[in-house]
């Protein structure tokens, strides 16, 4: 399995098929068996619509394999950092983000690049999520 920087991409509204369709390449290339790669194919989608929706409209997203570990990062280009920051975890109607969470077991938000925008993480162990 191929580890290390998989795809770093910056995206809008209209780049989200090609950005599903690269994130998929990404995961098929790097080795990571199908189921896991469908479901956390559909958690990095889900971040990113929720980042064209509510966080400015584009964003920029990173997937690596590190130590057995599948990350997927999306910064958005908000103006400051979502109100769920103070919040705790997502509630309300926050779908894409809750249904990321459910997806890969954890979902990460902090602050973006200089406390611009926020930046929603998740992550899976591949060998807690293998056969």
Request: proline content about 5%; hydrophobic content about 40%.
């Amino acid at each position: 399995m191929s580890e290390g920087h998989l795809l770093h991409l910056d995206f809008g509204r209209a780049d989200l098929p090609l950005m599903r369709l690269l994130v998929a390449e990404c995961l098929l290339r790097a080795g990571v068996n199908d189921r896991v790669r469908r479901t956390f194919l559909q958690a990095a989608l889900e971040i990113a619509c929720t980042v064209v929706v509510h966080g400015g409209g584009s964003g920029n997203l990173v997937v690596r394999l590190a130590d057995g570990t599948l990350r997927c990062e999306v910064t958005d280009q908000g103006t400051g950092p979502h109100p769920l920051l103070s919040q705790g975890p997502p509630t309300g109607g926050n779908h894409g983000l809750r249904l990321a969470e459910a997806l890969t077991g954890r979902l990460e938000l902090r602050p973006g690049p200089g406390g611009r925008g926020t930046t929603a993480a998740v992550a899976v162990r591949l060998e807690d999520v293998s056969n």
